[in-house]
Structures are given as structure tokens and as C-alpha cells.
């Protein structure tokens, strides 16, 4: 396994992670989560680690309007606007969350999401995420609603080497309890 692969699979060599540990996410997640929970995301949707844009553009093109930014601006949405210093607002009552956030941020972004009291939270992350001991304590806090392995590993860095085993986690009082894997669109 090459560095970058062996990096963002949970080893390897941390040197050779991408900067602010930024990996766009390749379309087909986005789709796969937008085709099994269609009904019930909200019409406005925050995307609060956009990146350049990935998830925001599938989201933007299956109708939905998008809050987008990142803490570290890629030229796409509101930059600067970091999700770990937004304070409670009633606007985010009324909006879903949909993001994946930077791996090694994974639990502040959960744990604060739901702080701001978003009624639909779906958070991509690694399939080993609740596998780690630090994060139990999360899970016994906010125990998901549903979470859905991906039948397929994503290229993040579009060379050609899947390498991580990924899934949906989500949240809301609409969403049924599930662990359905999603199938690639």
C-alpha cells in the first residue's frame, strides 16, 4: 500500500496526509445517501467542510439548497466559517447536516452538530470510526439512528487505489432505525 493509501486507511505515514486532512469526496456516496433518504432530508442543508465543493454540487443537483463553507477556504461556499465555533441559532433547527468532515475532527463534528440541534445529521466516516475506544462515549451520547456501509471503497485521491472502507452514520427523529448497506448509483 502506497503512503497516501496506508495514511488515510488509519496508518502509515501521517507526514504524507493531505493538508487540514482534506480528501474531496467522489460523488457516488453523496447520490447514495441522497437515493435512500430522499423524503426526509430537509430542503436546506448545511455542508459545513465543503471543500471545494463535492458534496455541495450532488446535493445542488438533486434540488437541495446548500449552506456551504469550510474553516479553511478552497475557494468554494463561505470561506472561514468553521462548524466548531458556530453558536446556536434557530435557522439550524430547520436545516439538515450533511457532510464529511475531516476525519481527525469526526467526533467534535458530531458532537457539536448536534449541540446545534440539526434535525437530520449524516455524517461519512471510516466504517472502523466507532471501533475506536475514544469514540464509545459518543456513541452512548448520541447513538445513531442508522448507519450504512457503502458496498464499495472510495478513491479519494482519484489514483486508481481504493483503499478505505466507508459509511453513512445518521441521525433525526424521521429516520428509521437501519444498518442497509448502500449500493453504488
Known amino acids: ?3 497516501i493509501g496506508s495514511a488515510m486507511a488509519g496508518g502509515g505515514d501521517q507526514a504524507n496526509r493531505s493538508t487540514n486532512d482534506y480528501y474531496g469526496t467522489p460523488p457516488e456516496p453523496t447520490q447514495a445517501l441522497i ?3 430522499r423524503d426526509i432530508i430537509p430542503d436546506v442543508v448545511a455542508e ?5 465543493g463535492h458534496m455541495v454540487r450532488v446535493l445542488a443537483a438533486n434540488g437541495y439548497k446548500v449552506l456551504a463553507s469550510d474553516a479553511y477556504h478552497k475557494g468554494f461556499g463561505f470561506g472561514g466559517i468553521d462548524l466548531l465555533e458556530l453558536p446556536m441559532a434557530s435557522a439550524w433547527l430547520r436545516m439538515g ?3 464529511n468532515p475531516p476525519f481527525i475532527l469526526a467526533a467534535a463534528f458530531i458532537e457539536h452538530a448536534h449541540r446545534l440541534g440539526f434535525p437530520f445529521i449524516a455524517m461519512y466516516l471510516k466504517q472502523s470510526f466507532w471501533n475506536a475506544k475514544k469514540n464509545r462515549p459518543l456513541w452512548e451520547k448520541y447513538p445513531p439512528k442508522a448507519c450504512h456501509p457503502l458496498t464499495w471503497r472510495v478513491d479519494f485521491t ?3 487505489a481504493a483503499t478505505m472502507d466507508c459509511q453513512w452514520v445518521v441521525w433525526g427523529d424521521n429516520v428509521p432505525f437501519s444498518n442497509e448497506p448502500l449500493r453504488k448509483p
Not at 459545513?48 to 471545494?52: D, Q, S
Open 1 to 3: 500500500m502506497n503512503n
Open 35 to 37: 437515493n435512500h433518504y
Open 48 to 52: 459545513l467542510a465543503c471543500g471545494t
Open 97 to 99: 447536516f450533511i457532510t
Open 158 to 160: 482519484g489514483g486508481g
